[in-house]
Nanobody, 120 residues
Framework: QGQVVESGGGVVQPGDSLRLSCAAA????????IGWFRQAPGKEREEISC????????SYADAVRGRFTISRDNAKNTVYLQMNGLKPEDTGVYSC?????????????WGKGTQVTVTS
């Protein structure tokens, strides 16, 4: 089923932007839905965005809607998460995963995650 590898995390200030990448290997990125998840310190992992297989419909958690944008580049076999207007509460480990489609609770492949820290 291949693998996914996240990158692009870092330490930024409130209001800054970051773009996370989820690179797919061993499969074509639009064969599956790709979800972005966040686990903040001391909290459970939550799904924050998803892009559906093929048609590429998108969904967002209320906490990030309007600030984050998920997109897919089939030529690069990569899904991106553009994060603007970052807040301290956006701090956490961001992971991507493949799933049958957005809304599913069945996951095929997880990456190891990338740390995002928003601090002044």
């Amino acid at each position: 089923q291949g693998q996914v590898v996240e990158s692009g995390g870092g330490v930024v200030q409130p209001g800054d932007s970051l773009r996370l990448s989820c690179a797919a290997a061993g499969f074509t990125v639009d064969d599956y839905a790709i979800g972005w998840f966040r686990q903040a310190p001391g909290k459970e992992r939550e799904e924050i965005s998803c892009i559906s297989r093929k048609a590429g419909g998108t969904s967002y958690a209320d906490a990030v809607r309007g600030r984050f944008t998920i997109s897919r580049d089939n030529a690069k076999n990569t899904v991106y998460l553009q994060m603007n207007g970052l807040k301290p509460e956006d701090t956490g480990v961001y992971s991507c995963a493949t799933l049958p489609d957005c809304g599913s609770t069945r996951y095929y492949t997880w990456g190891k995650g990338t740390q995002v820290t928003v601090t002044s």
